[in-house]
């Protein structure tokens, strides 16, 4: 997988420090799975974030603190096998979605609940808090997304297949950052069902009438 | 300080080969406040901060075999659980973390990686510690949650081009060994 259209330094940096909406986190962490290039910025990023706490000024302890701490561990590794590695267990085969994004469907591609949201156009709204909203949309191949613009930021992580808009083309791992200022209609490219993950921090705005109508359904 | 980063990567060794409870009383002798401290500076109380950074010091020991010292210093690693616990348990809020890239059983890191990220992490130290206390500060507060980040740039003049290098050369490694 070559990744040609990668985070930016502020998201990376965002997701860092931990400031940034759950949905936007979400597309960070399927990105950085599928991408080592960002996952070292992250990495060092989280270096800095080290050294900040080794230069912390110390707050006290209460005095029972590291015997309620040891009451609190359980033996080296015994967590693991639960939780999120017990579904990817459940899974024959090499999952499409990667894990973080495999935690919020529950599963792999196939558990997706989709509803169809028209020409021949299906998204699955992924349950996060408030402040943005995370959706996975499959888009078939050579089909169009309504013109959108957006109030806010659009982050589009492609997983599956290829779209292209009036800026570029966008393969499996690429991330698609747009602004306020980009009105675009992408194309899924033909031959593969484009599966990609949203994320926006506004509801998207439509150019032409219809889909405007449609908008309150398709919740974005 | 008198430990080095290398012997808190020793301690963890010796909390994933051996369940050494001594090297995690060091460990958190030395972590626990800072972590407490770091949450409250990140705005919440004495005592949950003080629950937090337990569950935080438990979470050490519970996924010490998750820790890769040729990728993140030990201070780093406990970042990473600190700052998720905060967005957990102040701001209400699931943090999604990138797929868990772990040496297996039977691989593990280069020595030499692990003596190289060591090195990078306390040249940073330094680094972070010799910047003017306004632009210290700064960068302190991002990582409190105390700025957003728009008001930051991720350009911080500080040393992490060659940790990046160094953090990229070790991810390659692993994946090799994942094969």
């Known amino acids: ?220 | 300080m008198s430990k080095q980063e290398a012997d808190w990567v020793a301690c963890m060794q010796a909390i994933t080969l051996h369940q050494d409870q001594d090297a995690f009383v060091a460990l958190f002798r030395h972590f626990a406040p800072r972590v407490k401290s770091f949450l409250m500076k990140s705005g919440s109380s004495d005592s949950l901060a003080e629950e937090c950074a337990q569950e935080v010091m438990a979470t050490v020991w519970n996924k010490a075999d998750r820790f890769d010292p040729s990728r993140a210093s030990v201070a780093t690693w406990i970042f990473t659980i600190a700052r998720n616990r905060r967005i957990d348990a102040i701001r209400k809020q699931r943090r999604p973390e990138p797929e868990d890239l772990t040496w297996g059983p039977e691989a593990e890191p280069d020595q030499a990686d692990v003596m190289a990220l060591q090195q990078e992490s306390e040249k940073l130290n330094k680094a972070i510690a010799d910047l003017p206390a306004k632009q210290r500060e700064l960068i302190e507060r991002a990582y409190f949650g105390d700025l957003s980040h728009s008001e930051i740039a991720a350009e911080t003049g500080l040393p992490l081009g060659t940790i990046k290098s160094r953090i990229r050369l070790a991810l390659d490694r692993l994946r090799h060994a994942m094969g």
């Open chain 1, 1 to 220: 997988m070559t990744i040609r259209h990668h985070l930016s330094n502020e998201l990376i940096w965002a997701y860092s420090v931990g400031e940034l909406p759950e949905a936007f986190d979400l597309v960070i962490a399927t990105h950085v799975s599928m991408c080592d290039e960002c996952r070292a910025r992250l990495e060092s990023l989280n270096a800095l974030g080290g050294a900040v706490l080794e230069h912390v000024e110390l707050a006290d302890m209460d005095e029972d603190a590291l015997h309620r701490t040891l009451a609190r561990t359980q033996g080296v590794g015994d967590i693991r096998g639960r939780g999120k590695d017990a579904i990817r267990a459940d899974l024959p085969g090499t999952p499409v979605l990667p894990q973080p994004l495999r935690d919020y469907v529950g599963g792999d591609l196939a558990q997706v609940a989709w509803r169809p949201v028209g020409g021949g156009v299906r998204q699955a709204i992924l349950p996060t808090a408030k402040g943005a909203t995370a959706r996975l949309l499959s888009i078939p191949a050579g089909a169009a997304v309504p013109d959108h613009g957006h109030r806010g930021t659009e982050l589009t992580l492609v997983l599956q297949g290829a779209f292209a808009d009036e800026t570029d083309r966008f393969g499996p791992g690429d991330v698609e950052i747009a602004d306020e200022d980009l009105e675009h209609s992408p194309v899924a490219e033909a031959g593969e069902t484009c599966i990609c993950l949203a994320a926006t921090d506004a509801p998207l705005r439509f150019s032409s009438f219809l889909p405007r109508l449609a908008q309150p359904f398709l919740r974005i």
